[in-house]
């Protein structure tokens, strides 16, 4: 059903998924909340409609609150799925690199995006991309499809939804008076399921090791301010190694910071950095659009890209960059 918020899901769309007998969903690589459980509520509406489901991500499964689910995922797909010319579903990104390795074999299929990153460079046929940069997950994006083909919601794709939301909102904390109101009606229904808020937000954030929290303080102590503190930066070194993701508890402290516009993480590699960046509501800034001229990708206030060159050489990059749209922006 066609929304302010939601336009109507094209009938390419509709009707690719509802001919295909077998469908892989990918996913991108180094996966988050969104990401996996968009993969599995989309393999949960094609289940329902009696297809066999393949399920690709290349990993890694770092992030507590999916780790657990990687033995449900393939990171290549099995020749016996290739041989039947599958309808490929590519969920959470909307460039073919960022799947990685495991969309390699299925490039030239018939594929759909589902997608709710405003950056990228379309690669599908026409009317086989649904992209809604305003929406605060893809799994929203999901339960939009899922209304589409007339399918009720049902408790374990209510979970799926919910989670990947409370993910890509901060539980809550990112939705606007923008997507607001029809978020907020739509989760609604989902919590009607049986879900908890209380407990996922208990299952997603309980049970990390003391040393997590001692390595987020040590990345915080060494942060550097740029531009009177609008800009804060700090990174990992390629020898510092974290059971976890400690990027999104250190945005969560520093875009609390008074003054700040842009929270800048780098995580050195061998050879490369991925730069992490994240952007304060009504800052002005729209860091997607930054990180797309560095390869990268992402939403208006989080976004990312892997750079090559050591960490100084990255850090003096952004900087810079990043320096020239907080001036631009002001205030």
Known sequence: ????????????????????????????????????????????????????????NDGPFARNEVKALEPLFKKNCPAGVLEKNPLVIVVDCSTPDRPGECIRPL???????????????????????????????????????????????DRDFADHVYRGFATDTG??????????????????????????PYDVFDEMHDGRPLAYFKAVASFIDRVESYKEGRILMTWQGKAEVVDGKPADDIYAQLLQVAGVKVVVFLKEREGFVECGLRSKNGSGIDIGAYAATLGGGGHRYAAGAQVDGSLDDVKALVIEGIGQLVDKAGG
Do not use: W
Request: charged fraction near 15%; hydrophobic fraction near 45%.
């Open 1 to 56: 059903m066609a929304s302010e918020l939601y336009p109507g899901i094209p009938s390419g769309i509709l009707d690719a998924i509802k001919a295909a007998g077998d469908v892989v969903v990918i996913g991108h690589s180094n996966p988050d909340g969104d990401c996996i459980h968009s993969q599995l509520a989309t393999a949960n509406i094609l289940t329902r409609l009696g297809k066999k489901v393949t399920l690709l």
């Open 171 to 196: 539980f809550f904390h990112f939705i606007n008076e923008r997507n607001g109101e029809e978020t907020l009606r739509r989760i609604a229904a989902i919590v009607g399921q049986g879900i908890s």
């Open 107 to 153: 490039l030239g299929h018939e594929t759909i995006v589902l997608d709710h990153h405003s950056a990228g460079v379309p690669f599908t046929d026409p009317g086989l991309t649904y992209i809604v940069p305003a929406s605060v997950s893809t799994t929203m994006i999901i339960d939009v499809l899922r209304e589409a083909l007339g399918l009720p919601l």
